[in-house]
């Protein structure tokens, strides 16, 4: 029974940390740069938030499945294979929560008041010390709450993992999953006491970080 | 003999464009004293020739020389970096890091990332600290201290990496008039004290006959009187 609990918070843990690094760096960067054709990055970026999960999982097989565009490279020369896996479920947990850190990084990095930049810049500091003595600890209240959110997404995670990853027990089922199993197979117990699972500790850890941001506050 | 080279030798060309707003700035000027003042009108464009001088605006043209320091000089491709060019400024409102401390705004321009203050980086920031009169704030962040306190922290902060100029932008203009007595007479003490080249952007002229030796008008982008006593 716990066994797809503990398979959710490793999946949503890495999936959160693999966003927020990437989605962190872009955040910085779009808050930084202008260039043509910013608007439409900035759209791809937000794509997996409006795509159908199931869609996000048929460009990740292509991407990343046995015969896809990079999965084939990565079968033949290092025999990986990301498909009915858990890592790909982090990877496709990564995808649909990363629009959320990024936009929420953006946000807060373009909150910081230029003038402290310009201070820095005048003081010696380079861009990557710019924006870590500087832009990330005053952003960090936005990016910790865009990270809460993709913690909560990624967890609730299930079209784009069941196309990746599958619905393997033990081994790829998180509990969006086995709920969805319980259901269909009958299993009206199980599926409440899932449920029951996961809207508690969804609550445990949207209160757990608001306290957290309270304190830093 | 060599000719002494001017404290400011400055031809700083750019065009800024917002929408519905066209900005051309064409600044040129020679001042040979140690603390120039420039004035002119709101909108005149004086923050934004302390802004090319310091490296901040992209697309400058002209040139830039400090005491014989060449920063910019684009007719022979140079264009140092803010970050290289040893410029100290003094922002409207100071613009000190909120969540630093006074000693780690002070600290800043001297320890590059990751590094500890070295026996004579930390001498020097306890010689700004007490030279600046905030040795007892240490620890305070700028949200506590008063307006004079942030002003010597933006003075010791811009100074402290020992810049060949030093460039104060509105210093004075946040603050209401009997502070702003009381505090032109003390930076005016203080610029005293650091003998460090100064250019000082202000509308007020008050500023420059208390902190300026020579003043140049700016309008419209455009030096429209040369530098005068």
């Known amino acids: ?217 | 003999m060599t000719p002494v080279p001017p404290v400011l030798d400055i031809h700083v060309q750019t065009t800024l464009e917002s929408p519905g707003r066209r900005f051309v700035l064409d600044a040129r000027f020679v001042s040979t004293t140690s603390r120039t003042a420039l004035i002119g009108i709101s909108g005149s464009g004086k923050s934004t020739v302390l802004m090319a001088i310091a490296g901040l605006l992209p697309r400058v043209q002209g040139h830039v020389r400090v005491a014989g320091h060449t920063l910019l000089d684009t007719a022979n491709a140079v264009d140092l970096p803010a970050r290289a060019r040893r410029v100290g400024m003094v922002f409207q409102d100071y613009a000190l890091f909120p969540h630093m401390t006074v000693t780690q705004n002070l600290a800043f321009g001297l320890c590059r990332l990751g590094q500890r203050p070295s026996e004579a980086e930390q001498a020097r920031i306890d010689a700004l600290l007490r030279q600046f009169d905030l040795d007892t704030l240490r620890g305070a962040l700028p949200r506590h201290l008063s307006g004079g306190q942030r002003q010597r922290v933006a003075l010791a902060r811009a100074l402290a990496p020992q810049p060949h100029l030093l460039l104060l932008d509105e210093p004075l203009s946040a603050l209401d008039t009997p502070l702003r007595i009381r505090l032109r007479a003390e930076l005016a003490e203080m610029l005293e004290r650091v003998q460090v080249p100064t250019l000082l952007v202000t509308h007020d002229p008050s500023d420059v006959q208390a902190l300026a030796q020579s003043a140049v008008h700016l309008d419209g982008g455009h030096v429209t009187g040369a530098p005068a006593l």
């Open chain 1, 1 to 217: 029974m716990l066994t797809p609990l503990w398979l959710t918070l490793k999946v949503a843990l890495l999936a959160t940390g693999a966003a927020g690094a990437v989605g962190i760096a872009l955040g910085w960067w779009m808050s930084q740069r202008r260039f043509a054709g910013k608007n439409i990055v900035d759209a791809m970026l937000m794509l997996p938030m409006v795509l159908p999960p199931t869609v996000l999982g048929y460009y990740l097989i292509v991407l990343i499945g046995r015969n896809g565009v990079l999965g084939q490279y990565l079968d033949r020369w290092f025999g990986i294979n990301l498909i009915f896996t858990w890592q790909g479920a982090v990877i496709a947990a990564s995808l649909v929560s990363l629009p959320l850190i990024y936009k929420a990084a953006r946000a807060a990095f373009e909150d910081v008041d230029g003038r402290f930049l310009h201070a820095a810049r005048t003081l010696g500091a380079g861009e990557f010390e710019i924006f870590a003595r500087i832009a990330l600890p005053l952003a960090v209240r936005g990016i910790a709450a865009g990270l809460m959110l993709a913690f909560a997404r990624a967890m609730g995670e299930f079209g784009a993992t069941l196309m990746i990853a599958g619905n393997l027990p033990g081994k790829t089922q998180t509990l969006s999953i086995a709920i969805y199993d319980a259901v269909q197979s009958g299993n009206d117990a199980q599926a409440l006491w899932l449920t029951l699972v996961i809207s508690v500790v969804c609550v445990v850890v949207l209160v757990a970080s608001g306290r957290m941001l309270q304190a830093k506050h």
